[in-house]
């Protein structure tokens, strides 16, 4: 623009001198000058339009290579994240697959630990039972009478255990035990001991179905066998009565058994203290060793109670 006011101010000022010479060559001078200045600017502008045009097409080119550059940039992020997902997808499988493997291990351990338990039960039971014959042996050969009654007692009481074993044994569950079902077994075994059809003697059992791990099913099962052998050698008259048996759950944790008789009761002296006897001692010993109480009463007929806490999970049938 400014080249432009020069040109202009050239042409002015050479028309200016030359119009007090020779109008006529002016007017010629000042025609073909103008034709030039046209061309001139025809031809800047061209340049002009080459230049924008060239610094348009630079900026184009420059915009798009950096388009394409972070383009590239992002597509190389996303290979490089798709491999790491790849990566991970593997790692996963592999640790799926060592899962499983590991389940597998499990599942046999645990498969051959029930197993070697349901194998120990299974000793203990042939054990126990080699005892008792062995007593029952040692009692043909026996001619008192005390003695004979004695090695019953301590037949019954290994019964009373080996009843436990054979149930662990022959169950899929060789953790715990079912107490109607043990004391139901218990209760007919000592039934055809001493023959409760001849005395007269009914046994009822009202026991709900609560889990006991081996370590309280044990002392439970002694405690009943003491309870129940008593009831039935010394409750009753030849006329013969009624025992019962109660297990019930109190609370979450807590079990009440009861073992009442409508016997001839204790007599009006008698002091839980001061009783000596190898049965009710063994009862006391193995209330404490349940963690419980013992209780007994007399005024019609006997009742024992025992109040005590599952240890294991309390699960019902």
């Known amino acids: 623009m400014i080249k432009r006011l020069i040109i202009y101010f050239c042409l002015l000022t050479f028309c200016a001198t030359a119009s007090a010479q020779n109008p006529d060559v002016l007017l010629f001078k000042l025609n073909k000058t103008g034709q030039n200045t046209n061309r001139g600017n025809m031809t800047i502008a061209g340049i002009l339009v080459t230049i924008i045009l060239a610094v348009l097409f630079y900026t184009t080119y420059r915009n798009k290579q950096r388009t394409n550059f972070r383009l590239q940039t992002k597509q190389d992020q996303i290979?490089?994240?798709?491999?790491?997902?790849?990566?991970?997808?593997?790692?996963?499988?592999?640790?799926?697959?060592?899962?499983?493997?590991?389940?597998?291990?499990?599942?046999?351990?645990?498969?051959?630990?029930?197993?070697?338990?349901?194998?120990?039960?299974?000793?203990?039971?042939?054990n126990l039972q080699m005892v008792m014959s062995l007593l029952y042996t040692q009692a043909a050969y026996l001619q008192n009478t005390d003695a004979i009654d004695a090695i019953r007692n301590s037949q019954n009481r290994v019964q009373a255990i080996s009843i436990i074993h054979q149930k662990l044994y022959s169950?899929?569950?060789?953790?715990?035990?079912?107490?109607?079902?043990?004391?139901?077994?218990?209760?007919?075994?000592?039934?055809?001991?001493?023959?409760?059809?001849?005395?007269?003697?009914?046994?009822?059992?009202?026991?709900?179905?609560?889990?006991?791990?081996?370590?309280?099913?044990?002392?439970?099962?002694?405690?009943?066998?003491?309870?129940?052998?008593?009831?039935?050698?010394?409750?009753?008259?030849?006329?013969?009565?009624?025992?019962?048996?109660?297990g019930r759950i109190l609370s979450a944790d807590t079990v009440k058994l009861t073992i009442a008789d409508n016997g001839k009761g204790l007599p009006y002296d008698f002091n839980i203290t001061d009783t000596s006897s190898l049965g009710m001692e063994m009862m006391k010993t193995l209330s404490k060793q349940l963690g419980g109480s013992f209780e007994i009463s007399g005024n019609r007929g006997v009742v024992i109670t025992v109040l005590f806490k599952i240890e294991s999970e309390l699960k019902m049938a």
């Open 79 to 126: 290979n490089r994240q798709n491999e790491e997902l790849l990566e991970l997808a593997k790692e996963e499988e592999r640790l799926l697959k060592d899962n499983e493997v590991l389940l597998k291990q499990q599942e046999s351990l645990i498969v051959e630990k029930e197993w070697l338990l349901r194998e120990v039960h299974h000793r203990v039971k042939n």
């Open 171 to 246: 169950k899929t569950n060789v953790a715990t035990i079912l107490m109607n079902d043990y004391v139901s077994d218990l209760v007919r075994h000592l039934c055809a001991c001493y023959d409760c059809t001849y005395r007269n003697i009914i046994l009822r059992e009202i026991v709900e179905p609560v889990s006991l791990d081996i370590s309280q099913a044990v002392p439970m099962g002694l405690i009943l066998n003491e309870a129940i052998t008593n009831a039935i050698k010394y409750a009753f008259r030849s006329d013969g009565g009624e025992i019962i048996i109660e």
